[in-house]
């Protein structure tokens, strides 16, 4: 009697897994349009049959795309759900190809730890006209997948207008005007009250409307509308995915909002809250990973503020932060075929290991009130931790954009550029209150430090070099970019500064050098002299007070 119940009991087993699994089909997929190009989106719907709970949940159902390169890489991308129920559902892959050629690929959709796949195909991408990816190249230097090198020159828009702020500070009307003017970066915030991927309660209800969806459809909408703006005006973005301690009472993942977890300490510590990150992760991959203008990836805006009291207590332990980020930075290069820069970033309180994280590319900060320390942070960052360092955020204030400081403001704005250009650094470093700047219309002035950027990289071949240069009372910084030479001088005092500039130099040749005033992007004209003991030197150079120059020297042929 026992066995033949437990034989029984086994065919029942048997039967409900073989009906549980004969409900899983894949039936079909099918490329939207009939072109790729390289670096372009190419699109795909899958339908198919699944039982699930959660479609956003990959613990739940995970669709993929597996693809092989024209030069025999495997990839594997993750699809997400577009529409429908377990009956019947549509979903999306969204693929940007890194080589032309010829790729094979079919999808594999797995639920309950078992597989299904839809025949191979293949498709054809045709070469491109963008120039790709942006990856970690040097200190100096991001480069693009074709190899041409990239250094960003922008500013934070944090975000748009919010219901108590004027409203025409949208992307729409911030974002043009950077492009036009040659800033070709910026950095932009996920959080209640813009783009809320996450957030079920909206921090801008006359932006986004409240939703109990697993993503906001209005953060999606207007994520995707942002993309094409950006990719239209060739800017490039460091999209920062949470705040410091996403405004817990808000946040997504506090249990009172139906999440996972009751306090902040344990977002850092949670399976449940780290596997719902990681939905989240592995969604922003599937749907905007294809996008060459998510330059960067920033898990956390400012970090150690969420780590640390005001009074500078503990109340996370640092092992712990530096954990998460270990673990979500390695997911997140494990499932991103197209390997975008990863980041993180605090206000002023290293974390212990953070900086030392190998799946973070390059290590940020914050820097308010002292942007005279600038040039001096990224040597001993750089030779501590041997990866490129930004400084995300720096401004004259960090209270706020008070218009009685706007002549002090301005300034600070500008010697921040010219300190980052002159820097080892791929980013410049960027102000906050963008608001501010453009009332005071100070975007126009990214075009003086486009030019020379541009110079530099022109003339480097790949190679900057910092050279020793002294000016007397004036603050001087010098790049050697391949066999040109490049001085930063600033009048940082309140009257007139005149005196000698003496640059090193790797000969005495006859040289020609002129200045470029940044104020009204003119030259000077072209004079020419020999250095002396390998060292150039320009006896009465004078400047008045905060006046900025750009010397630029090269052999004289």
């Given at each position: 009697m026992y066995l033949k119940l437990k034989i029984i009991f086994s065919l029942v087993l048997v039967s409900a897994w073989f009906n549980s699994y004969s409900q899983i089909k894949l039936i079909s997929d099918s490329l939207l349009g009939n072109k790729v190009a390289e670096y372009e989106k190419a699109e795909w719907n899958i339908h198919l049959s699944a039982p699930f709970n959660n479609p956003y949940?990959?613990?739940?159902?995970?669709?993929?795309?597996?693809?092989?390169?024209?030069?025999?890489?495997?990839l594997v991308l993750p699809c997400y759900f577009d529409s429908g129920n377990s009956t019947a559902s549509?979903?999306?892959?969204?693929?940007?190809?890194?080589?032309?050629?010829?790729?094979?690929?079919?999808?594999?959709?797995?639920?309950?730890k078992k597989s299904v796949s839809l025949p191979q195909k293949s498709f054809f991408a045709s070469p491109g006209t963008k120039p790709g990816f942006?990856?970690?190249?040097?200190?100096?230097?991001?480069?693009?997948?074709?190899?041409?090198?990239?250094?960003?020159?922008?500013?934070?828009?944090?975000?748009?207008?919010?219901?108590?702020?004027?409203?025409?500070?949208?992307y729409d009307k911030i974002l043009p005007p950077l492009s036009k003017n040659g800033a070709n970066f910026f950095r932009t915030w996920m959080c209640p009250w813009n783009l809320p991927l996450e957030w079920k309660k909206s921090g801008n209800p006359k932006r986004y409307a409240n939703s109990t969806d697993y993503f906001n459809a209005g953060g999606i909408k207007r994520m995707e509308q942002l993309l094409?703006?950006?990719?239209?005006?060739?800017?490039?973005?460091?999209?920062?995915?949470?705040?410091?301690?996403?405004?817990?009472?808000?946040?997504?993942?506090?249990?009172?909002?139906?999440?996972?977890?009751?306090?902040?300490?344990?977002?850092?510590?949670?399976?449940?809250?780290?596997?719902?990150?990681?939905?989240?992760?592995?969604?922003?991959?599937?749907?905007?990973?294809?996008?060459?203008?998510?330059?960067?990836?920033?898990?956390?805006?400012?970090?150690?503020?969420?780590?640390?009291?005001?009074?500078?207590?503990?109340?996370?332990?640092?092992?712990?932060?530096?954990?998460?980020?270990?673990?979500?930075?390695?997911?997140?290069?494990?499932?991103?075929?197209?390997?975008?820069?990863?980041?993180?970033s605090i206000s002023h309180r290293d974390i212990a290991g953070l900086n030392s994280i190998a799946y973070i590319d390059f290590n940020?900060?914050?820097?308010?009130?002292?942007?005279?320390?600038?040039?001096?942070?990224?040597?001993?960052?750089?030779?501590?931790?041997?990866?490129?360092?930004?400084?995300?955020?720096?401004?004259?204030?960090?209270?706020?954009?008070?218009?009685?400081?706007?002549?002090?403001?301005?300034?600070?704005?500008?010697r921040g550029l010219w300190y980052g250009l002159f820097s080892p650094t791929p980013i410049l470093p960027m102000t906050w209150w963008w608001e501010f700047f453009d009332d005071q219309n100070m975007t126009p002035y990214f075009r003086a430090v486009r030019e020379i950027s541009d110079k530099m990289l022109k003339a480097c071949n790949g190679s900057f070099e910092q050279i020793a240069v002294s000016a007397s009372l004036l603050q001087a910084q010098a790049v050697k970019c391949g066999d040109a030479y490049f001085v930063y001088l600033l009048n940082n005092s309140d009257s007139r500064v005149s005196g000698p500039v003496t640059l090193v130099l790797n000969s005495n040749r006859n040289f020609a050098f002129q200045f470029f005033d940044p104020e009204t992007r003119s030259y000077s004209q072209k004079s020419h002299k020999r250095a002396q003991s390998k060292k150039l030197i320009l006896p009465n150079i004078i400047l008045e007070s905060k006046q900025s120059v750009v010397l630029l020297v090269k052999s004289a042929r």
């Amino acid at each position: 009697m026992y066995l033949k119940l437990k034989i029984i009991f086994s065919l029942v087993l048997v039967s409900a897994w073989f009906n549980s699994y004969s409900q899983i089909k894949l039936i079909s997929d099918s490329l939207l349009g009939n072109k790729v190009a390289e670096y372009e989106k190419a699109e795909w719907n899958i339908h198919l049959s699944a039982p699930f709970n959660n479609p956003y949940d990959q613990k739940d159902i995970a669709l993929d795309m597996v693809l092989t390169t024209p030069s025999g890489n495997p990839l594997v991308l993750p699809c997400y759900f577009d529409s429908g129920n377990s009956t019947a559902s549509v979903w999306k892959a969204r693929f940007a190809p890194q080589e032309k050629g010829k790729y094979a690929y079919y999808f594999q959709l797995t639920v309950n730890k078992k597989s299904v796949s839809l025949p191979q195909k293949s498709f054809f991408a045709s070469p491109g006209t963008k120039p790709g990816f942006l990856h970690k190249n040097d200190y100096y230097t991001f480069k693009f997948d074709d190899g041409e090198l990239f250094r960003g020159i922008g500013e934070n828009v944090g975000w748009e207008s919010r219901s108590f702020e004027d409203p025409k500070y949208t992307y729409d009307k911030i974002l043009p005007p950077l492009s036009k003017n040659g800033a070709n970066f910026f950095r932009t915030w996920m959080c209640p009250w813009n783009l809320p991927l996450e957030w079920k309660k909206s921090g801008n209800p006359k932006r986004y409307a409240n939703s109990t969806d697993y993503f906001n459809a209005g953060g999606i909408k207007r994520m995707e509308q942002l993309l094409h703006l950006v990719d239209s005006l060739h800017l490039y973005m460091m999209i920062t995915l949470d705040m410091n301690s996403g405004n817990w009472p808000n946040n997504p993942y506090n249990q009172a909002n139906g999440g996972p977890i009751k306090t902040w300490p344990e977002f850092f510590t949670s399976q449940a809250a780290m596997d719902k990150y990681k939905n989240k992760l592995r969604y922003m991959v599937g749907r905007w990973g294809y996008s060459t203008n998510i330059a960067a990836f920033e898990f956390f805006n400012e970090i150690d503020n969420g780590v640390f009291t005001p009074a500078d207590s503990i109340i996370i332990p640092h092992i712990n932060i530096t954990n998460w980020h270990d673990e979500m930075a390695r997911y997140l290069k494990g499932i991103d075929p197209y390997n975008h820069l990863v980041t993180t970033s605090i206000s002023h309180r290293d974390i212990a290991g953070l900086n030392s994280i190998a799946y973070i590319d390059f290590n940020q900060k914050h820097i308010y009130k002292h942007t005279e320390k600038i040039p001096s942070i990224y040597p001993d960052y750089i030779q501590t931790y041997g990866k490129p360092y930004v400084v995300g955020e720096f401004g004259y204030r960090w209270e706020d954009a008070d218009p009685q400081y706007a002549t002090e403001a301005d300034y600070d704005y500008k010697r921040g550029l010219w300190y980052g250009l002159f820097s080892p650094t791929p980013i410049l470093p960027m102000t906050w209150w963008w608001e501010f700047f453009d009332d005071q219309n100070m975007t126009p002035y990214f075009r003086a430090v486009r030019e020379i950027s541009d110079k530099m990289l022109k003339a480097c071949n790949g190679s900057f070099e910092q050279i020793a240069v002294s000016a007397s009372l004036l603050q001087a910084q010098a790049v050697k970019c391949g066999d040109a030479y490049f001085v930063y001088l600033l009048n940082n005092s309140d009257s007139r500064v005149s005196g000698p500039v003496t640059l090193v130099l790797n000969s005495n040749r006859n040289f020609a050098f002129q200045f470029f005033d940044p104020e009204t992007r003119s030259y000077s004209q072209k004079s020419h002299k020999r250095a002396q003991s390998k060292k150039l030197i320009l006896p009465n150079i004078i400047l008045e007070s905060k006046q900025s120059v750009v010397l630029l020297v090269k052999s004289a042929r």
